[in-house]
């Protein structure tokens, strides 16, 4: 079954790339892209029409996950903060198993129950993925305040041993080396 659920989110054509961790985009490259993501999912809905049944259902799904990732891909780009590169995966992962989960209706019984239940266990998994890296970069981010207080502080306790303009002008220097004020 977990194979079947690996083929179905393959097939769901919506593991898109993720936004890299370069400059942000410039909002007219932004925008221009949103328009994109609207003409494609437009596209992607009118290529579902011809389709019945729940193979139209899994059609839909399959373009509105893509929107979703795209979008949230987009926002990721141009905004470039870790809120909105977890913002995307979390989109990902529920884009993923909304398709998948709409694959098992074509299921009956005890399959379609393990099937549903392997794509929450993968949304679930992917989410605590998601929250981890977020997790981790904001510990990353603390501890690096945390080096440069203590670098700080080592820092105006070597000015201690100066007086005057000297340790004025030494202890003004550790701020602006620190980012202290």
Known sequence: MAKLLLSLFACAGIVIAGAASAAPIAKDAYNAEN???EDQYKADRDACKSMTGNQKD???ETAKGKEK???ADNEAAYKDTEKTRYDAKVARAEADYAVAKEK???LSGNQKD???KEAKAAETKAKADAKATHVAADTRKDAAEDKRTADYKVAVEKCDSLSGDAKTQCVKDAKARYGKT
């Open 58 to 60: 899994v059609c839909i």
């Open 69 to 71: 990732v795209a979008k």
């Open 104 to 106: 098992c209706d074509d």
């Open 35 to 37: 328009k994109r993501i």
């Open 114 to 116: 393990v099937c549903v």
